[in-house]
């Protein structure tokens, strides 16, 4: 699965159904062509629209019959390379660049402390006698253990139980900055393996893979959640605005607070499955795992 992913099934939680209109790309649009070519008519993309492929945005400058004529990049989005049959979206109410920021900025907050939500790495260095500290990644949060393999069987791995982290090292000696200082020594030359949680590697485009950010599969409808949110702070859900319904729309059919109902509805249900996850990795690694000392 790829970040499009997400970008859908937050959409799905936005529109509450609604349908937004599309087009597709009938022929390849490089990052520097300024006229699209479309495979059905026009319809609601006219002059003043915009039209969004990917996460791109592009601001329509003229239409004859199914050609296109666009601005690329625009709102802040990058000029990207479109293949033939690409679909081409017309004025998104929630544009997946928005989404795609949207998503990243849910990563970084179940990655806070409060949550307790991480992605468990791994690191190895080979000990030398005499030498205390270690460079480690600069991401990291927390170690959870620290062990080392003994020549004699790979199958034996006795633990290092006083050991701390130091953040701010002097880079020509810790090239990150993040240093594990070990208080107990292992035998010489041994392979050290340190495992430690780490936040979640953010998305980079609608392509990008869900493993890639690190987050465990069980946890895949977090972000979503977290995202509409987000994104319904500042915009009302299709089933609940005026200017989504059609003309007999009355207004005692939205009451007064139904939106922010929705919103807490849905930050409810994204605070008990963090709680949720968060138990299920204290329940993987343990608190008594982390090991400190001076």
Do not use: C
């Not at 030498?131 to 199958?155: E, I």
């Not at 035998?187 to 936040?199: F, I, L, M, S």
Request: proline fraction near 5%; aromatic fraction near 6%; glycine fraction near 8%.
């Amino acid at each position: 699965m790829t970040a499009q992913t997400w970008i859908d099934r937050t959409r799905d939680l936005l529109l509450a159904g609604t349908v937004e209109p599309i087009n597709r790309i009938n022929a390849d649009a490089g990052s520097g062509v300024s006229t699209l070519s479309i495979e059905f008519d026009a319809g609601p993309i006219v002059v003043g629209s915009l039209v969004e492929i990917g996460t791109e945005q592009m601001y329509v400058i003229s239409v004859a019959g199914q050609s296109v004529g666009v601005i690329r990049g625009y709102g802040g989005t990058t000029a990207a390379d479109h293949s033939s049959g690409d679909i081409v979206r017309s004025n998104p109410q929630y544009p997946a660049f928005q989404v795609l920021n949207a998503l990243n900025d849910d990563l970084n907050d179940l990655s806070s402390p409060h949550r307790g939500l991480y992605q468990a790495k791994t690191t190895t260095f080979t000990y030398t006698a005499g030498t205390d500290g270690y460079n480690l990644a600069a991401d990291v949060l927390g170690v959870h253990s620290v062990t080392y393999v003994r020549k004699t069987s790979t199958k034996s791995e006795p633990q290092i139980r006083r050991f701390s982290v130091r953040r701010n090292r002097d880079t020509a000696t810790f090239a990150s900055g993040t240093a594990l200082i070990l208080h107990d020594p292992a035998d010489g030359e041994q392979t050290v393996r340190v495992e430690y949680a780490a936040p979640f590697t953010t998305l980079t485009d609608s392509t990008t893979a869900l493993s890639a950010t690190g987050l465990h599969t069980e946890a895949y409808d977090l972000p979503p959640l977290g995202a509409a949110v987000k994104l319904m702070s500042f915009k009302p859900i299709p089933r609940e605005s005026m200017m989504q319904q059609g003309p007999v729309r009355r207004a005692e059919e939205v009451p007064s607070g139904a939106i922010s109902q929705s919103i807490r509805d849905l930050r409810f249900l994204r605070e008990q499955r963090i709680q949720a996850e968060a138990a299920r990795l204290a329940k993987m690694y343990p608190v008594q795992w982390v090991r400190s000392g001076q």
